[in-house]
């Protein structure tokens, strides 16, 4: 038994055992369908009696799965600052979050085509109730963040997490992706939470807080999509915030967002790996001693460099200008794109109310108004 076993994901001995326990399952069948339209069953069940490792099933399967979804629901996908990353090196990739399931998968598309270190990532165990969620999941080298515990075993919990990804990147030479706050950012706003970081450092034992993180080797990730598929979706959760409610999710509702990100039309997409944060943490280690402050400047850190690197599409620019009734940043748009987001607009919400209108159009408009206001 390993103290990690709560949470981790399968070790290579078990890959093959938990892919046969999920081979016929019709989610299963529907995924390695739309993976393979042109194969039959036996074509894949062959590669899953053939994987050995998580990665054998990625190579063999589920890059394949990714690349599908680009070629049906996108326009393609770019990427920059990846060449400064070193092969045999891991990474710990803190991320802006806009999709579930995509960022992460995107994310290890791009590190295996360019032959770098693929990771493990987060994910939430309210992400992964239903049992053929969780094994695929656990064959993805997700790990399980556990939500919704009291504040003792929450703290606990945050422990085992911390030392794990510590041990991912340090033992395993594995690099790790994590978001930069609980849950999808869904305001177009991309702020870390202090308490992501606050967990990271509790591997730190009694080490400086500049010499842990720096051990850690720092990527911040700027992840962005010209349409979100799931921006409809996200605006009852967004309007709730607004008028103080307590937004309560259908019991269904994760898994519909998974399905919606996953096959709706995002057009382009474009990732970009920031530089390793290093001397950084020196510099606020020289500012301030004390920890919470240090924290606090880590995390705008992380922001400046997600937020900087930030692909801002034309519907970005748009929804700026149709947000303020302006036309400042016309010259990055053209009229035609101007049509296509309005008439997406209509679609996708009631756009004869207000509030909701505005949530809406924040959402593309933020990353504007924080990277170029």
Known sequence: MSEFDEIRSFYDHEVNGALESIARHPMMHALMQFTFPDSEEDFWLDRFKNAQ??????HQCISQTVRQILTQSSEGLTTSGFDHLDKNTSYLFISNHRDIVL????????LLDKGLIMTSSAIGDNLVHKRFL???????????????LPIREQLNSSKLMSEY??????SENRSVWIAQREGRT????????????????????????????KSLRVVPLSISYEYDPTDALKMPQVMAKSKNEVYIKDED?????MLSGVLGQKKRIHLHAGNILETEFDEIASVTENKNKQLQAIAKMIDRSII???????????AFDLLNGSDTYSQHYKEEEKQLFER?????????DADLKKSFLEMYANPVANKCG
Do not use: C
């Open 344 to 352: 997406r607009l209509e679609m996708r919400i009631d756009s004869s």
């Open 134 to 148: 969780h094994v695929l999941a656990k064959l993805n080298r997700n790990f399980l963040v556990q939500r919704g």
């Open 253 to 257: 509702e994760d898994f519909k967002t």
């Open 103 to 110: 960022d992460t998968s995107l994310l290890n598309l791009v």
């Open 308 to 318: 900087d690197n930030y692909k801002l599409w034309p519907t970005n620019y748009i």
């Open 186 to 213: 869904k305001d177009g706003n991309d702020a870390t939470q202090q308490g992501v970081l606050k967990m990271l450092a509790m591997a730190a034992g009694n080490r400086p807080l500049a010499e842990f993180f």
């Open 165 to 170: 990804i510590y041990s991912l990147l340090q």
């Open 53 to 58: 490792s998580i990665s054998d099933f990625q």
